[in-house]
């Protein structure tokens, strides 16, 4: 059997890969409700396409999926967090407050899956997103979870995370990077 690259499985099912221009610009928002039914459609092909990953790839700390990432230009991104507890679908979102307070985790992203980057992140945001009615809802998500949605709407502004990397820090390989199956860890947590 041969062995296939990690970024080479995301791509076989369906992951847009680091270089694609898709991946560098802001994604389209929604108009809510009148886009109701182009918003649920792209949130069923987001849970498909998390579906297959899974299928392939454990994912200890949760996982993400932003709709450039599956080649649609929108601002739609779907959160599973760690354990048993319900997806978070994000329509138009946006961060509207952030900690001060912040800590450095490895993240690794399905669009270069091949490395894990050490990124600082605020240990608490605060973030308004559409629901399909078009009504506004705030949430705060905090520690790993606050990590999660921030790393989805950075995909949705057309970042990728290297770009939140200190200077002189550099992704590492997956074989070197040794948390792989395990969730973050947080002091006091």
């Known amino acids: 059997m041969i062995d296939v ?8 099912l369906g992951v847009v890969q680091r270089g694609a221009g898709i991946l560098a610009e802001p994604a389209r928002a929604f108009d809510l409700p009148a886009e109701c039914d182009a918003a649920e459609h ?18 200890a700390k949760g ?37 001060e307070e912040t800590d450095e985790q490895y993240e690794g992203c399905l669009s270069f899956f ?15 997103a559409a629901a ?17 949605i921030h790393h989805e709407i950075d995909h949705l502004d057309g970042l990728l995370y290297t770009a939140y990397m ?12 040794r948390q792989t199956g395990r969730a973050w860890v947080y002091e006091g947590a």
């Open 166 to 177: 200190r200077t002189g820090v550099d992704p590492i390989p997956v074989e070197e990077y």
């Open 114 to 128: 091949d490395v894990r980057g050490l990124v600082p992140r605020p240990l608490k945001i605060t973030v308004e």
């Open 63 to 99: 996982m993400g999926l932003a709709a450039p990432q599956i080649g649609i230009s929108r601002a739609a991104a779907v959160v599973q967090p760690p354990g048993d507890a319900p997806a978070i679908v994000l329509l138009n979102p946006r961060i509207t407050a952030s900690s």
């Open 42 to 59: 792209i949130v069923d092909e987001l849970f498909a396409a998390m579906e297959r990953i899974g299928q392939v790839h454990p994912f």
């Open 132 to 148: 399909l009615t078009g009504e506004t809802v705030a949430t705060t998500y905090e520690r790993g979870l606050a990590r999660l």
């Open 5 to 12: 690259r990690p970024s080479q499985q995301m791509r076989d």
